[in-house]
């Protein structure tokens, strides 16, 4: 399993409107390609900004050329994130998963 992970920073007051985006369009982007084993958002404020980080798992190389094309580094951009992020960080870091144990997770989460 691999997990791919993207960094993005938003101003404090789109945070609310861009995990809504995330939750809405992204994750069942996400969800909708073979090989997606599942998908977390993660938000932390900090003073410069909101930062977000999506953790996506997949089941190999394959699923995630599937999903961000041939170049699988390359970070995968919205046309709506030009209204919401403060740069867009070229590439995204990929961790093959060597151990661990995790339960089923929150069906929904919400703020």
């Known amino acids: ?3 791919r992970m993207w960094h993005g920073r938003v101003p404090h007051e789109k945070a609310a409107a861009y995990r809504a985006f995330l939750n809405e369009r992204a994750v069942p ?23 977000f980080v999506t953790l996506t798992y997949w089941t190999d190389l394959e699923a995630i050329r599937a999903f961000a094309g041939d170049e699988v580094l390359k970070a995968k951009y919205y046309p709506e994130d030009a209204g919401f992020l403060l ?3 070229p590439e995204v870091v990929h961790y093959e998963v ?7 997770g929150p069906a929904h989460v919400s703020h």
């Open 1 to 3: 399993m691999i997990v």
């Open 29 to 51: 982007d996400y969800r909708g390609t073979p090989g997606n084993l599942g998908v977390y958002v993660l938000e932390r404020a900090a003073e410069d900004a909101v930062h």
């Open 98 to 104: 060597v151990g661990g144990e995790a339960d089923a």
């Open 87 to 89: 740069e867009f960080e």
